[in-house]
């Protein structure tokens, strides 16, 4: 992570813990408030508007949920998964029983 990402994430988590919205302009200002030197304007845009709307504590405290749904308990994933499958199998069996039924087949 280059210096510039590096301030701007710290300035981003000062905002974030005090309650303010994340803004380039108040991003900018804890920057140069610290004496951080060489951190160009794009990086605190970037970093607002990729945190825009966006609940940062939250963020922090999801980090390695993945976002998806949980993982299923043990034993029920698989027997869940199998009627599923069935259902499906008895489908396209019951497609070809009626092409079957009609007389005449592919090769006929």
């Given at each position: 992570m280059s210096h510039a990402e590096l301030a701007a994430s710290y300035a981003a988590l000062i905002l974030a813990d005090?309650?303010?919205d994340i803004t380039a302009d108040k991003l900018q200002s804890l920057i140069k408030?610290?004496?951080v030197e060489d951190v160009e304007p794009i990086w605190t845009t970037l970093?607002?508007?990729a945190?825009?709307?966006k609940d940062v504590?939250?963020?922090l405290l999801n980090v390695g949920s993945g976002g998806?749904?949980?993982a299923p308990a043990a034993?029920?994933?698989a027997t869940a998964d199998a009627p599923q499958e069935e259902k499906v199998e008895e489908k396209e069996e019951e497609k070809e029983e009626s092409d079957e039924d009609m007389g005449f087949g592919l090769f006929d």
């Open positions: 005090d309650g303010v408030a610290a004496n970093f607002a508007k945190l825009e709307g504590k939250d963020i998806g749904a949980a034993g029920t994933g």
